[in-house]
């Protein structure tokens, strides 16, 4: 029973690390519809920005965990928003009105030039740095326990706060409704008055945003990290994409919490090796059952 | 009275396959003018072609003294052209309030809510449907919602590509009686039509487009009684 909950508060963190990268992935396939292939690397950017914040914070004795957290985010997210919004410009807006096949090749090119110019820049070595926020809270469960580190506490609410906030601008503000507008009918919107081109160079920004909060807080509490580990968060956020129904933004987030806590049961209980191959297997069935994906409306033939 | 839009020789092409030939037309400041053609003769193509959506490859489109055939469509938009387009292309996914406002976005919200509630006199339809998405509206509701969202930009020059299609003749009916009452207003409009009945009956000037190119010109009365135009677009034999 204890490892069951254990598991559980596991995958509820691990799941809305998830939803977060899955925003970026659902939010550019719904306004360009394109797999953005290059997103699970602008996460692993995020990454290294968060080190690089954190070591220049300790240089100038900055040692207070709240100050660090909330100016890692505060950069960290200004830094790799502008690259999610250079990648746009440079990668994918040359080819807005080309085929669809042309800007996937882009988005693979993409995602090996930044894997390389990390790896480069940064060296190949796996890199870490320290845990900062130690400490957990126990609860008795039965004979056992359930033990959640404040580490955890805080992404879940860090998570839930940028979910919830983004949810409140796509909602319920202007620029929320332009990106839906957009999302619906691109044409109709420019003869609206909206500058879409600017729309979606600000859906690659909000992607780009939503992966630095999840790059901050997985980095800030797993520690490691090395140029290659964007590749299977991202294919495991896009997995939760389609999981959740692409193009839906609370499907990504719902996506990313099944898959997150699924994962996290089968591994507590079934065995943590093929946790991955039941990740994809869940992807498998549920493209087979339901191809549009839990919240997607499914694909109507326009006349 | 000044020309507020005119087309000078435009030439518009989807490919090898040439949509406008060398058309010219004019719409001046406080007048209703319409456009009359059957299916495919490129009146949707000309309004379009304001947006630069086909960009046309000559001629011009002149807006208040200035070519906009070149510029993007948020730009046009944003100096006072409003288009409900054809087929409404209303936000399915958007409720009745938030279509209205998408139509703000030229003008900013200021307005916003005064003028919402003059759509909702205008067609108290939308107002019992307000919180509801536009996607689950009837076709004539939708076309008021594209008619009322066009309208809340406040425009100098209301464009509208067939609001009549697909209609009851009860809802067709209504439509143009709001249309009416808009005009008096004092409201340019450049309304493209099939129903050349009720078309030419509200307007002051109109044009027929055969195949791209502008066959007829001549008041909107004048054009109701010609043997032409009622042969081949108002059923008279």
Not at chain 2, 28 to 50: R, Y
Not at chain 2, 197 to 217: F, P, Q, S
């Amino acid at each position: 029973m204890d490892i069951v909950l254990q598991q559980l508060v596991n995958g509820l963190t691990l799941g809305s690390v998830y939803g977060l990268i899955a925003i970026g992935y659902t939010m550019v396939y719904g306004i360009i519809g394109m797999i953005n292939f290059a997103h699970g690397d602008v996460y692993m950017v995020s990454a290294y920005i968060t080190a690089i914040v954190v070591a220049l914070l300790s240089f100038f004795g900055i040692e207070s965990f709240p100050i660090i957290i909330i100016g890692t985010l505060f950069i960290t997210i200004a830094v790799t928003g502008a690259y999610g919004w250079a990648i746009e410009q440079i990668a994918y807006r040359p080819l807005r009105n080309s085929g669809r096949l042309s800007a996937l090749i882009s988005a693979i090119g993409m995602s090996l030039i930044l894997q390389n110019y990390v790896q480069i820049s940064q060296g190949a070595r796996q890199q870490g740095i320290p845990t900062m926020l130690t400490g957990a809270v126990r609860f008795d469960v039965g004979d056992g326990f359930v033990q959640i580190t404040y580490m955890k506490l805080v992404i879940l609410l860090v998570a839930f706060l940028g979910m919830g906030t983004l949810t409140y601008i796509i909602q319920r503000t202007k620029l929320g409704r332009m990106c839906r507008a957009t999302q619906q009918d691109r044409k109709m919107a420019s003869i609206l008055g909206i500058n879409t081109d600017r729309v979606i160079s600000i859906v690659f920004v909000i992607g780009a945003s939503m992966a630095a909060l999840a790059g901050v807080l997985i980095t800030l509490d797993y520690g490691a990290f090395d140029f290659y580990v964007g590749f299977i968060i991202g294919i495991k956020a896009f997995t939760a994409a389609v999981l959740g129904g692409i193009g839906s933004l609370p499907g990504a987030m719902l996506g990313g919490i099944i898959l997150g806590v699924s994962e996290s049961l089968f591994a507590g209980l079934i065995s943590s090796d093929y946790k991955d191959v039941f990740s994809f297997s869940l992807l498998v069935i549920i493209l087979i059952f339901r191809p549009s994906g839990l919240l997607g409306k499914p694909e109507v033939e326009k006349v | 009275m000044s020309a507020l839009m005119q087309f000078k020789d435009v030439d518009v092409y989807y490919g090898p396959i040439q949509a406008l030939k060398k058309v010219s037309l004019d719409v001046n400041t406080g007048e209703i003018v319409t456009l009359i053609g059957s299916n495919g003769a490129g009146k949707s193509t000309l309004l379009m072609s304001i947006f630069g959506q086909p960009r046309v490859s000559s001629g011009e489109i002149i807006y208040r003294g200035e070519d906009i055939s070149q510029k993007s469509a948020h730009y046009v938009a944003s100096n006072g052209l409003a288009q409900s387009p054809e087929g409404r292309r209303v936000f399915p996914g958007m409720t009745v309030e938030e279509n209205l406002l998408m139509g703000t976005i030229p003008i900013g919200m200021e307005h916003a809510q005064e003028d919402m509630q003059k759509m909702f006199d205008i067609f108290p339809r939308l107002k019992e449907r307000r919180n509801q998405r536009a996607s689950t509206m009837s076709g004539g509701e939708q076309q008021m919602l594209a008619i009322a969202r066009a309208l809340m930009s406040r425009p100098k020059l209301l464009l509208l590509d067939e609001p009549s299609l697909g209609l009851a003749p009860i809802v067709v009916k209504q439509i143009f009686q709001v249309l009416k009452e808009v005009a008096t207003s004092g409201m340019t409009i450049f309304l493209v039509e099939q129903n050349a009945n009720h078309a030419l009956k509200l307007a002051d000037r109109g044009y027929v487009m055969v195949n791209g190119e502008i066959r007829m010109t001549g008041t909107g009365d004048e054009l109701l009684v010609n043997p032409d135009v009622r042969d081949a677009y108002l059923g008279g034999h």
